[in-house]
C-alpha cells in the first residue's frame, strides 16, 4: 500500500509540472457536469454522497481525498477514479492544477473542516461543506474568507434545505397559513454507544449540540422564518462515565425571537427523536421525522398531509449546488448560513456554562 501512495504522491507531482495556471482556470459553466473530489471516506461518504452522485444531472464524483491507502483501490475500481485524481491530505494542494476536479467536499469530522476547506479554497476549488461548519464563529468567518478571496464558490451541507417538506415548512413561516406563529418546538437524537469515536470528544467537534445541535437549531429557524434574539440553555448527562471528554449527551435550549415567538430545542445523544412543530394561532403543523435520510413526512391541525418523497437528498442538495454554480446563481445554503448556526452554537455553550443565563445573540 505504501508503494500506492507513493505512485499517488509522484503523479500529484508530474501533474503539478504541467503547463497548467496556478490554480487552474476553469469556465465551470461550459462543462456538462462539475467534477467533485470527496475529501474524507468515511461512512458518510460511502453509503450515502458516493451513490447519490450516481444520479446527478449536474456534478458527477471524479476524485478522492483520504489518509487512508487501503481504501483507494476500493474506490478506483467501484468509481473508475484515475490515479491522477486521487490525492491524501498532504498534496491535495496539488489538485490546484487539475481540471477534472471543480469542487471539494469536506467530510470530516468538524474540527477539521476549517482546515480542509481553506486549503480546497486555496486551490482554487469550490467548496462544499459537510455541516456543522466548524467549530467557531472564528473559523467559519476564515473559510468565508479564504473563499471569497480566492473567488470560489461556499456551500454548506444542509440537505434538509433542499427536500421539499421542508421547503414547505420554510414557505408556511412567510406565507403563514394558520395565522400567526406563537411557538416552534423541535427536537432531535439518537442513542450513541461507546463506540462513537470522535463524537464522545468534544475537542473534535463531539457532543449533541456540536455535531447535531444544527438541525434542531436550523429548523427552529426556518421554523420561525427569524432570527434568535437570545437564547438560554443547559447540558444533561445520563452516563457521565461515557461522557467525559467534553462531549455533552442531551442539550435544552430555548430561543427568543422577534414578534414574542418561542422557540424550544433539544438535541440528545441519549435517545431517538426526530420531530418539528409549529404552533400557531389558528392551528399547527409538523414533520416527523423532519431530518431523517428519508421518509420526512408531515400533517396539520387540518390533517393535511405532507407525503414523503421517494428521493434522494443528498442527490439533490449536491445537484441543486453545482447547478447554481455553473448558472452564476446564488446557492440555497452559503457559507453564511452554517456561519450563523455555529454564533447560536456557541452562545448555547456559554449560556450552559453559566447556569442557563440568557445571552444576547
Known sequence: MSNRRNFIKKSGLLLAGMAVPFPAIINRSRKNKLGVALLGLGSYSKNHLAPALQQTKHIELKGIVTGSPEKIPIWQRQYDIKD???????????????????????????????????????????????????????????????????KVRLAIGYRMQHEKNTNTIMDWANTRPYGKITKVNCSAGFRIGSGGDWRLNGEKGGGAIYDMGVYPINALRYGSGLEPISVSARHQNERPALFKNGANEITYFDLEFPEGIVGNGMVSYAKEVNKLQVDCVHGYYRLEPFQSYNGVRGTTSENEKLQACNCNQQAIQMNNDALAIKESKALRVPGQEGLRDIRIVEAIMESASKDSKQITI
Not at 492544477?97 to 480546497?120: C, E, G, Q, R
Open 84 to 150: 491522477a485524481n486521487v490525492y491524501d491530505y498532504n498534496n491535495m494542494h496539488l489538485m490546484a492544477n487539475n481540471p477534472d476536479i471543480d469542487i471539494v467536499y469536506i467530510v470530516t469530522p468538524t474540527f477539521l473542516h476549517a482546515k480542509y476547506s481553506i486549503i480546497a479554497a486555496n486551490a482554487g476549488k469550490d467548496v462544499f461543506c459537510e455541516k456543522p461548519m466548524a467549530m467557531t464563529v472564528m473559523e467559519c468567518n476564515s473559510i468565508i474568507d479564504t473563499c471569497k478571496k480566492n
